[in-house]
């Protein structure tokens, strides 16, 4: 079946940077959007960014400007780059693929697979 594995996560300075992967295996990669997601303890999940498999791209308001997606499909891999980390980007990071992703792109529900998640500490 699908299979994401995301990795990059750790342990971060305020005001740093990190850069976190998810390859995906068995599934048509360049056909799929991709989302990253992330949930604090105590917290419901909740949505970070997207990237569309036609290459636009949409971020939460809280990361806008400090954090980017991109993609290389020839490696099936989607990228997640944090800078200016803060502590309350403190979570464990998900990533996600869909298609036919429409207007609850936001939402947990509309993405079909999802990898393990990766930790992100982000100390002050």
């Known amino acids: 079946q699908v299979q994401l594995v995301e990795s990059g996560g750790g342990l971060v300075q305020a005001g740093g940077s990190l850069r976190l992967s998810c390859v995906g295996s068995?599934?048509?990669?360049?056909?799929?959007?991709m989302a990253w997601f992330r949930q604090a303890p105590g917290k419901e999940r909740e949505f970070v960014g997207t990237?569309?498999?036609?290459?636009?791209?949409y971020y939460t308001d809280s990361v806008k400007g400090r954090f980017t997606i991109s993609r290389d499909n020839a490696k099936n891999t989607v990228y997640l780059q944090m800078n200016s980390l803060k502590p309350e980007d403190t979570a464990v990071y998900y990533c996600a693929a869909g298609r036919r992703i429409m207007s609850d792109y936001y939402t947990s529900a509309a993405w079909t697979h999802w990898g393990q998640g990766t930790q992100v500490t982000v100390s002050s």
């Open positions: 990237m569309w498999s036609g290459g636009s791209t």
């Open positions: 068995r599934l048509t990669f360049a056909t799929y959007s």
